[in-house]
């Protein structure tokens, strides 16, 4: 299962990255502009393709009970090196094994433990195993941040992607703003009343959801996702109907 990651998509995984346990569906629902069940099916569909792999507590070990907490990095034979990494992660003391492409220093695990004859205890398990360990480092301190690339603009960036055709035209995916000049109108209405500009045409909807095919009829609200084609490109003017007013 495959999911494009848009921009809601994209803000879903900053705000859970930054603060799971204190984050709720409606409250990324209130920054990104749709609906809070929106927000948990995109989690639930996150979770199945394996985006999202999980949600875990980082831990001070030494504020938690003056515990040592030290990486290991340590080279395994390639052709072994996702079996290692399972049987490493099975010994007491290790919280984290990562894999990495490469020929030497391919595996790094991290273990805690209560003195130094505890980790002592972990580098022998990890010998015994057959890897060799190149190097170790104790920890004094792990800093973590949400990916800001995922995370709002500082400028209004309503638009999550685009894709530049022949001709001048460009294809955009936005989002409609609460207020916008569009919302409540249907796209008949809209092209009446000059809100939308000539040239420009909705070709999908997505709300809730669920992908709808726009007809004169289709009635656009606050949160919808859409994706625009502009035969005369993406420009200010194009953007104001599906943008509040400052």
Known sequence: M?????EVN???IHALMDDARNTSAPMIA??????????????DRLEEAGIIT???ANVDFDAADEMLTTLYVATAPVEDRARLAQQARAITGVVNVREFVAGRENLHVLAVGSDVDALNGVVRELTAL????????????????????FGPAESHQQF??????AGGNEVVELTVDDDAPI?????????????????????????????????????IRAGDLLTVLSRGG?????????????
């Open 2 to 6: 495959s999911i494009r990651l848009d």
């Open 10 to 12: 994209k803000r879903i």
């Open 30 to 43: 209130d920054e990104v502009g749709v609906s809070p069940a929106t927000i948990r099916n995109r989690i």
């Open 54 to 56: 999980g949600y875990h």
């Open 130 to 149: 057959g890897l060799e360990i190149d190097d170790e480092k104790m920890i004094q301190r792990e800093q973590f941040q949400a990916y800001q690339p």
């Open 160 to 165: 999550s992607d685009y894709i530049s055709l």
């Open 183 to 219: 919302v409540g109108k249907t796209l008949a209405q809209a092209g009446r009343d000059a809100v939308l500009e000539d040239g420009v045409l909705v070709v999908s909807i997505e709300r809730d959801d669920t992908v709808l095919t726009p007809t004169g009829e289709s009635e």
């Open 234 to 246: 993406i420009t200010e003017s194009m953007l104001n109907a599906f943008e509040a007013d400052d």
